[in-house]
């Protein structure tokens, strides 16, 4: 008997264990999901996913290839079984709710190869109601420590042509926009060569996760996965002739390989989530639920916070992150002739925090505080140029410090690894500990570039294994982490909740400067049902200066309403102010970004259609007050809400920003009308979204 049966005999949830059934089947709590698996006549494995009376994976086989040992594929039949159900309600320390519900089915089947060797594995399926995950898990074989996968061959068959929303398979950097077409449609390699992108490797024709769809009928299906550890991410490759999609793991040119494991060991959980709304993909909590429980015990010494910082300046080019500008990137004088032009001096920091100090916002960013920015890019070899701890000349670190903590604000580190993830991690601890001696809880990390070694790409094993260590390694100091240019979110942040946030998308930063002119108006609509499914975003909102006068050829493409918008829409725990300060100034609708929450006790999504539109209300956990944000995308609409999710017999004071009547993203994008009205449970109202438009309400429980 093997370990996880026998614990499972001594839990007491021990249901069935038959000998070679033809075929298992689980079903949800409530039934509406389901998942049949068997083996075929050559003793494959294959699973199929029902949603009502629809089956929505087809039959799907599962297999591995290996160096060394013959793939794990056919001659396989069933030892045992078990089903076991769990039912219960976990906290989230912070986050778009507090109270987590985890209740599903789960079925475990242990198979074992009729030939020699004689390999065992077993299958977990775990049935939601809201979708399904499933994970393997390889047993201790004999004589054999470790295993190396050159691929995993898991098959999702999905029964039509289903709409997709999709970023290609890229290797280096999530940072695309996303493509609406068909699954017989889907040519991700048409996506490589694009010139915005500091990395960029798209093999074939394979999709990243989340990916999302939407039927006919209206169903939709999200598929991801959730706990990525030591493993390398999934992309998902597709056969548009017979809407096939096929596992593909990121891989190494230096190892050669996808995976390399020692045994015994869990693959990270294969995720669909199911949703016959669009709404109910966001309000799904399936991706955390499939993550451990919190290792870190208590995390009190971070607190989300809303923040400002020393970096749109450097984006829409008024600043610079380094200090000499160097023209030359590949001379290293130690001679650094300042240029004038550098961001993060003394003074500039100190008014960025004097800003955030009468603005109720708790954090300051401060980008190009530390010396190598004049060799942070196009340079080959990029290994030691920054240290993390040497400040430029015109960098105060013990005064910032000191008057920021006097002011009641909180200077967030910035790590610009450069993409050289050997120097970061032999810096780590000295870079931690200069932040502890100033109680820094929180550090911005990035990866821009292709990853040192050569070889090595940011989706992989070994840099999964990087983001982890750092993620661990910060831990111990109490750091909290936001990356950017990271590994996808796949629910870490339940068990590591110091992984606060990270980018892993086109953020608002493409509006400054990309060649292909920004962000359309779709481009969030999208992100709300796909990337925000796997976690929080850094997105970095609140451009008021929308047409960005600086560079003639880029521009925000949304209202001004809708940056409002985005605080409640997009969902994080560090939430950016990111435009400069003198452009707050003297503006109304800055009030919506002083009293907007970042922390959450419930999340309702009032209504939504993927790439189109969708409104999010939220509830703050300190405060009870409410927070509505709704966006749409290059058409202008008129959206419904019915103020039903309100606490009964609460009046609340609401400020509405919307945009005003003939407001465009294009030619009148900051049109904004502020309306104050009272609003209790039942009050409903009726908001016109401009082209590219959004709204925002604060409801503020009156005393
Ligand atoms: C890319 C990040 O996304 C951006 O926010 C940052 O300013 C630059 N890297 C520099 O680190
Ligand atoms: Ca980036």
Not at 141 to 147: F, K, T
Not at 257 to 271: A, I, Q
Not at 301 to 309: A, H, L, N, T
Not at 393 to 398: E, G, K
């Amino acid at each position: 008997m093997n370990k996880a049966l026998a614990l499972l005999l001594l839990m007491g949830v021990f249901i069935s264990c038959t000998k070679e059934p033809s075929q298992l089947s689980v079903a949800s709590p409530s039934g509406t999901n389901s998942i049949d698996f068997g083996l075929s006549e050559d003793g494959t494995p294959y699973y199929l996913v029902h949603h009502g009376n629809e089956t929505v994976i087809d039959s799907s086989s599962m297999g591995f290839d290996f160096q060394h040992q013959k793939p794990l594929k056919t001659g396989l039949s069933i030892v045992s079984s078990t089903e076991n159900l769990v039912n219960e309600t976990w906290e989230m320390p912070w986050g778009e709710q507090k109270e987590v519900v985890n209740h599903y089915n789960e079925l475990v089947v242990t198979l074992e190869e009729s030939e020699a060797p004689n390999r065992q594995f077993n299958i977990y399926f775990r049935v939601y109601d809201d979708g399904v995950g499933f994970r393997y898990e390889f047993l201790p074989q004999e004589g054999v420590d470790s295993i190396i996968i050159m691929d995993e061959n898991t098959e999702f068959q999905l029964t039509e042509d289903y709409t997709t929303w999709w970023i290609p398979g890229d290797w280096d950097i999530y940072e695309h926009l996303y493509n609406t077409t068909k699954v017989s449609e889907i040519d991700a390699l048409s996506k490589r060569n694009n010139t915005d992108l500091a990395a960029s490797y798209i093999p074939e024709n394979a999709v990243n996760t989340p990916v999302t769809m939407r039927g006919e009928n209206g169903l939709h299906l999200s598929f991801h996965e959730a706990n990525l550890t030591d493993y390398s991410g999934m992309t998902l490759k597709v056969d548009t002739e017979f809407w096939l999609l096929t596992s593909e793991l990121v891989g190494s040119d230096r190892s050669g390989y996808k995976v390399k494991r020692e045994l015994p060991f869990k693959t990270p959980w294969r995720s669909i989530q199911i949703a016959d709304k669009a709404s109910e993909l966001i309000e799904s909590k399936l991706i955390v639920n499939l993550n451990e429980p919190n290792k870190l015990g208590d995390i009190s010494w971070f607190e989300p916070k809303k923040y400002v910082g020393i970096w749109w300046e450097m984006h829409v080019g008024k600043s610079t992150w380094d200090y000499a500008g160097s023209q030359d990137m590949n001379t290293f004088t130690q001679d650094l002739k300042p240029t004038g032009k550098h961001g993060a001096t003394t003074e500039n920091t100190k008014r960025y925090i004097d800003f955030a100090a009468k603005n109720n916002i708790k954090g300051v960013l401060v980008e190009g505080w530390n010396t190598g920015w004049e060799h942070w890019i196009g340079v080959e070899d990029r290994e030691g140029v920054f240290d993390f701890v040497t400040p430029y000349p015109d960098y105060d670190l013990d005064e910032l410090n000191r008057y920021a903590k006097e002011k009641g604000v909180e200077i967030i580190m910035h790590h610009e690894t450069s993409a050289a993830p050997r120097t970061y991690e032999q810096q780590l601890d000295t870079a931690f500990q200069l932040m502890k001696k100033y109680d820094m809880s929180s550090v911005k990390t990035g990866y821009v570039g292709k990853i040192i070694p050569k070889g090595e790409y940011h989706h992989g094993q070994w840099m999964v294994n990087h983001y982890r260590k750092v993620l661990e390694t910060a831990a111990g100091y109490k750091v909290a982490i936001n990356a950017h240019e990271p590994i996808k979110p796949t629910g870490i942040r339940r068990t590591y909740p110091n992984a606060i946030a990270r980018e892993g998308l086109r953020g608002q930063e493409f509006n400054a400067w990309s060649a292909d002119g920004g962000n359309p108006p779709e481009h969030l609509p999208i992100v709300a049902f796909t990337r925000m499914l796997a976690g929080p975003i850094d997105f970095t909102p609140g451009v008021f200066d929308i047409e960005i006068p600086n560079k003639e050829d880029n521009r925000v493409s949304t209202t001004l309403a809708q940056q409002l918008a985005l605080y409640v829409v997009i969902y994080s725990p560090v939430q950016m102010a990111c435009d400069l300060p003198e452009n707050y100034e003297n503006q109304p609708a800055f009030q919506f970004i002083r009293d907007v929450g970042v922390d959450w006790d419930e999340t309702h999504v009032l209504n939504g259609e993927v790439g189109d539109y969708v409104t999010i209300a939220r509830k703050e956990r300190k405060t009870g007050n409410w927070f509505v944000g709704g966006i749409t995308d290059e058409n202008a609409r008129e959206v419904s809400i019915n103020f039903d999710f309100l606490d009964d017999g609460v009046e609340y004071e609401a400020a509405i920003y919307k945009d005003a009547e003939g407001a465009h993203y294009e030619n009148n994008p900051t049109a904004i009308s502020i309306e104050e009205i009272n609003i209790s449970k039942g009050s409903a109202l009726t908001v016109q979204l401009a082209e590219g438009g959004g709204f925002a309400i604060s409801l503020i429980k009156k005393k």
